[in-house]
């Protein structure tokens, strides 16, 4: 009775909660002063008139309207109205009528007639010709929020358990802090290492090098850049963070980040270790947490790292950033395969047991100068080093069976490898604009130069056994032994000289862009191979050259191309084409007949077209017809036998691919409505494919060489739909649809039979999100994943495959001290092969516990606490269906503490927000 009165109680105090909030609607219409149009994509936004608090916002559309509803439990609110060059308007509103229509707001040009206004607002979104910007102040997280946890509240903002971003369908491929690098090309290092509490603008741009923003080029507008602009408060000062933890099964991690910024300034260091599959950097957040053995990944590895990344304003004309990185890892891995193989007019199967030992060092350096000359001169020197050391120890035994169950041949191997990568690369751009037309002239020049350097040893067994009738045995019929060491040198000298130059025709709206490449890459390949001899017991002086290489091969290529653009405010459309004339030159030392030239011509073409309907609702259509020519190991007829269950074979006779691409992509963003709208659909037809074409014998043996086929296409396409739906001030419901569905035909061949396959896939998704600020937030998610593929031949037997996928991801604030987090999937395959796990849960889970004035956080983590994880994979192709698992990482229990330093100058605190020289976010 007790339990059932306290229950009624707390739904009453729930009720009187959203009983007090009161809701509102805010209408109008945006006319600009001067020419007496309609403004879109001007913010609108209230906030709470004691402490400036956001309380909601919205957008204009295309004929200036817009409507803001939300709910509060304030009698006014603060309305500003704000516009990139226009002056922002502030008014104060009363909320005794639930609807307001403000009529026609004129928004004035911005002068510097009103500056005894102050305004210390600022706008949770604004929309740029090119830019979207997001005020992070606007935007609640919870307490003590990394980066990512502020992208995962932006609206039209996706980002996955690897910490992959999207942005309406794009995905992000570059993050910068203050518009410069920031280690590298690992956004994670920026999005969970740095708080959000230091940022003040999260700014969204089209993917561009530094050369084409200079010059004012678009960019191929296939992916986003994401730059993060510290506060003015935060920009000076030191802040870091210092982690370790020790677990059982001795299990550990540790790490420690520290930052110096000092305006155009930065300085920044990383280290960091563990033995829990996670190896790159991060303090051991759940979402790095639970990605370790998520997707299936095979072995335990143990990881070590450091790094520093800087950036600086040598004069207002020199730029200077850099970074470096030291990784090393360990990785033991054990996989067992089970494999059917599918042939014409029968079957075979493949069952093996391999283990590895695998050791990795790297080091990896980048620096990059940007000059500017003047406001029409440009140049921009980027540099990066990479030198790597790895060994390999590998255990193999793998047997073969026909139909009957009977051993037709068995192999093991040991090998082990030893090798060292370096490579060198440098990029040197110049940019010269003309007048204000758009008009400039770039050469671009680039040299990358590797040698990739190794030596092991082999030592296997092949076995090849025939059934005997008599004896009802296997006989053994033959061996194939090897004992060897092979030392080898991969050189590389990659060479690329670009000129572009545009000619404007009539201003911006009409031009052709001329530009010429020439490419030069140049591979020499050394391989020798000895022999072990019996009678002297050791390695033979004179190489094997049946499985050694000495040749150099290039390969050349010019090309010609033009393009004509015409581009107005709403629509952008573009036609180019391309001449190219390419060269492959090999010249083989151990083989004088594989020497020889081949030459090819070709033809690339392309066309755009973008229509904005406004600026958050675009449509664009884009056709490229590539061409693509063979690789060197795909012409030559040297016969390659270093498998001695898979020969290869080249084919001197094959001419290039040419591919047509299609792609229509439609996208949409309604503020008002909280609504994203992303689609995609891609069309690819290839002539001339290279397809590989094989041959098995009586002993199982393959023998593969290529071949050009004619009908291969892909189509696939992609949808998503983001809704926000504000409940109250506090409390937010967001939910996420997608749709990802292909269909291709594929033209190969089967113990020389040729053959299609036609296969269709879809994979519908959705997730669900309910945010209640500082208490509670709840994200249930399901995945279906289909996969069907139909074969023209009786042989093959069609193939229907399902799997599911549901998970829930839960945050819970117990108090202002404590925050307990929970990840828990359920993954169900029906299609493994019996022995092979079919479903599993996996469970992780934090407590973590804020102490010494929030400075320092204890935590609790346990990984898989279910003990159910699994990595049991089926992979199905044409002629075979394959079933594996591997070791991975197993449960365990972490005690981790964290410590944070923050000594940033100029700063204040009030209220919990920060407050400088009038701005109070």
């Known amino acids: 009775m007790k339990k059932n009165f306290f229950f009624i109680a707390v739904l009453l105090c729930v009720g009187l909660t959203f009983s007090q909030s009161k809701t509102f609607e805010i209408s109008g219409t945006l006319i600009s002063e001067t020419e007496k149009l309609p ?120 980002v996955d358990m690897d910490g992959k971003i999207k942005v ?54 296939i992916s986003k850049t994401i730059n993060f602009t510290i506060k003015e408060e935060n920009n000076k000062g030191l802040f870091g963070k210092i982690a370790a933890g020790i677990g059982t099964n001795d299990r550990y991690e540790f790490s420690g980040m520290l930052n110096s910024f000092k305006k155009e300034k930065q300085l920044s260091v990383l280290v960091g270790g563990n033995n829990i599959n996670s190896p790159g950097f991060s303090f051991g957040e759940l979402g790095n947490f639970n990605r370790r053995q998520r997707g299936g990944s095979n072995g335990i590895t143990t990881s070590k790292n450091t790094g520093a990344n800087f950036s600086n304003s040598l004069s207002e004309m020199i730029d200077i950033s850099g970074d470096y990185f030291y990784s090393e890892s360990n990785t033991e891995s054990k996989t067992i395969t089970e494999r059917e193989n599918i042939l014409p007019d ?111 040893n082999l030592d296997s067994r092949t ?20 004992n060897q060491i092979v030392d080898g040198n991969v050189e590389t000298d990659n060479l690329r000289l670009g000129l572009k130059y545009r000619l404007p025709i009539i201003g911006k709206e009409l031009y052709i862009d001329a530009s010429y490449a020439y490419n030069k890459n140049t591979q020499k390949n050394i391989r020798n191979t000895f022999d072990f001899d019996e009678v002297t017991q050791d390695y033979n002086d004179f190489i094997n050259e049946d499985l050694s290489s000495d040749f150099k091969y290039v390969n050349t290529n010019s090309t010609t191309g033009v393009e004509l653009t015409y581009k107005k405010e709403k629509f952008t459309s573009s036609l180019s084409s391309s001449h190219i ?98 689609a995609t659909v891609n069309a690819n037809f290839t002539d001339n494919q290279i397809a590989s074409k094989t041959s098995i014998d009586e002993d199982l043996i393959r023998r593969t060489t290529y071949t050009n086929v004619n009908g291969n296409y892909n189509l696939n396409a992609y949808a998503s739909l983001n809704k926000s739906i504000k409940i109250d001030t506090s409390k937010t419901i967001r939910y996420r649809l997608g749709f990802r569905s292909g269909f291709n035909k594929v033209i190969n061949f089967n113990n020389d039979v040729k053959y299609a396959s036609q296969n269709l896939s879809f994979s519908p998704n959705a997730e669900v999100t309910f945010s209640w600020d500082e208490v509670l937030e709840l994200s249930p998610n399901y995945r279906l994943s289909y996969n069907e593929t139909a074969f023209d031949i009786d042989a093959f037997q069609d193939q229907k495959f399902l799997t599911h996928g549901l998970g829930i991801r839960t945050t819970t604030t117990a108090s202002k001290k404590i925050d307990w987090r929970n990840d828990i999937s359920f993954n169900y395959n029906p299609n493994v092969a019996p022995g092979f796990q079919k479903s599993s849960w ?21 990984y898989d606490l279910l003990n159910q994880n699994t990595n049991a994979r089926r992979i199905a192709s044409a002629d075979y269906i394959q079933d594996s698992q591997s070791n991975i990482l197993k449960r365990y229990f ?25 701005y109070n976010g």
């Not at 004691?50 to 309207?65: A, E, F």
């Not at 972490?894 to 009038?918: A, E, I, P």
Request: charged share 25%; proline share 2%; glycine share 6%.
């Open 39 to 158: 403004l879109e994509a001007a913010t609108i936004h209230v906030e709470r008139i004691k402490d400036s608090t956001l309380v909601g916002y919205t957008i204009s559309d295309k004929n200036g309207k817009f409507v803001l509803e939300d709910e509060t439990k304030e009698v006014s609110l603060n309305l500003f109205v704000s516009y990139v060059g226009y002056e922002t308007i502030k008014k104060t509103v009363s909320l005794s009528e639930r609807k307001i229509d403000l009529g026609n707001v004129i928004l004035k040009t911005d002068t510097s007639a009103l500056d005894e206004i102050i305004i210390t607002s600022v706008a949770p979104v604004t929309i740029k010709k090119d830019t979207l910007e997001f005020n992070a102040n606007s935007f609640k997280t919870k307490k003590n929020a990394n980066v990512e946890d502020l992208l995962k509240k932006l609206p039209g903002l996706e």
């Open 168 to 221: 309406n369908g794009k995905d992000v491929d570059k993050v910068l802090v203050n518009g410069k690098p920031f280690f590298g090309n690992d956004p994670t290092i920026t999005t969970r290492n740095l708080t959000k509490e230091m940022i003040r603008k999260v700014q969204i741009t089209d993917t561009r090098t530094k050369a084409e923003a200079f010059a004012g080029e678009e960019g191929e507008k």
């Open 346 to 456: 029968s079957r075979y199967f493949s069952n093996s047991l391999s283990s590895s030992l695998r050791d990795n060092k790297n080091h990896k350096a980048n620096l990059d100068f940007e000059i500017k000359i003047d406001s029409t001169f440009y140049i921009n020197v980027a540099s990066s080093f990479n030198y790597s050391k790895n060994e390999r120890n590998s255990l193999r035994d793998e047997t073969s069976l026909n139909m009957q169950n009977d051993t037709i041949n068995k192999s093991n191997s040991y090998s082990l490898n030893k090798g060292n990568n370096k490579s060198f690369n440098s990029d040197f751009d110049i940019t010269k604009r003309f007048g204000n037309n758009g008009s400039f002239l770039r050469l671009n020049m680039s040299n990358t130069i590797g040698s990739n350097k190794s030596d092991s």
């Open 463 to 482: 076995d090849f056994f025939e059934y005997n009738p008599t004896t009802m045995e296997n006989v053994l019929q033959n061996s194939i032994v090897r």
């Open 581 to 678: 004339l390419r060269t492959l030159d090999n010249t083989d030392k151990l083989r004088e007949q594989l020497s020889g030239k081949q030459d090819f011509k070709a033809l690339e073409l392309g066309a755009y077209i973008n229509y904005r309907f406004s600026k958050t609702e675009s449509l664009r259509f884009r056709y490229n017809l590539r061409n693509n020519s063979p690789e060197l190991s795909q012409l030559q007829t040297f016969e390659d036998v270093s498998n001695p269950l898979n020969i290869i074979k080249g084919n001197p006779e094959l001419d290039p691919a040419n591919n047509h691409r299609f792609n229509l992509r439609y996208r949409k963003f309604n503020f008002q409505e909280r609504t994203g709208v992303f």
């Open 842 to 862: 996996f469970w992780n889970s934090t407590v973590s516990y804020s102490m010494l004035k929030e400075k320092g956080t204890l935590t609790l983590k346990v």
């Open 894 to 918: 972490m005690l981790n503490f964290s410590w944070k330093l923050n000594k940033m100058g100029g700063m204040k605190m009030n209220r919990g927000r920060y407050n400088r020289g009038g």
